[in-house]
């Protein structure tokens, strides 16, 4: 079975760091990219960026770009997302999802493994 | 970046209704589109991927069409379960962007 499963929630102040993760299961790790979407409070779906396992090639949104560091360390199947200063924006729910490709062209993509979300709440 | 409009932001309808839900992109997307459902307090589950193929197990009421920059997502008979939040999601060009969600409440 497909697992992704992310870590537990956080609290953290203004200023401070965090780094969050999402470990893969049931499936060979290296052979999907990982993607992280944002989820503000009471809001809609962001795309964040991917990585690939094998090489770590990332894509970043501009909108999150120099914002987090998306990284992954294949040796036990787990990608991360962090941050070096967090701000109060910061606050939402963080879902990682398993990237597939249903072709062999440059666009046939879906999400069709997501983890269960990470809350993050930066307050003072 | 691509901007996918949704409409209605939100719809309330009886169970058995058609309902269809409408994704425009800014600019063309090819099939590169995807729809995802959400129940609150949960990730969201893959419904259908290149605008029309539905994911495994998902009930064949569902069911997608469109191309090039209009698209929709359509609940043949709208059953209870079908309350949560609908997204469309184009994988044609980074960055990848998602439609700001439809709320679909069944009365």
């Known amino acids: 079975e497909v697992q992704l499963v992310q870590s537990g929630a956080e609290v953290k102040k203004p200023g401070e760091s965090l780094k969050i993760s999402c470990k893969g299961s049931g499936y060979t790790f290296v052979d999907h990219w990982i993607g992280w979407v944002r989820q503000m409070p009471g809001k809609g779906l962001e795309w964040m960026g991917i990585?690939?396992?094998?090489?770590?090639?990332?894509r970043y949104s501009p909108s999150f770009e120099g914002q987090v560091i998306i990284s992954v360390d294949k040796s036990v199947n787990t990608a991360y997302l962090q941050w070096t200063t967090l701000k109060a924006s910061d606050t939402a729910v963080y879902y990682c999802?398993?990237?597939?490709?249903?072709?062999?062209?440059?666009?046939?993509?879906?999400?069709?493994?997501w983890g269960q979300g990470t809350l993050v709440t930066v307050s003072s | 970046a691509i901007q996918l409009t949704q409409s209605p932001s939100s719809l309330s309808a009886s169970v058995g209704d058609r309902v269809t839900i409408t994704c425009r992109a800014s600019q063309g997307v090819g099939r590169a589109l995807a729809w995802y459902q959400q129940r609150p307090g949960k990730p969201p589950g893959l419904l259908m991927y290149d605008v029309s193929t539905l994911e495994g197990g998902v009930p064949s009421r569902f069911s997608g069409s469109g191309s090039g920059t209009d698209f929709t997502l359509t609940i043949s008979s709208l059953q209870p379960e079908d309350s949560a939040t609908y997204y469309c999601?184009?994988?044609?060009?980074?960055?990848?962007?998602f439609g700001q969600g439809t709320k679909v409440e069944v009365k």
């Open positions: 990585i690939y396992p094998v090489d770590f090639d990332t």
């Open positions: 999802a398993r990237l597939t490709s249903y072709c062999t062209g440059g666009t046939c993509y879906y999400f069709d493994y």
């Open positions: 999601q184009q994988f044609n060009k980074y960055p990848w962007t």
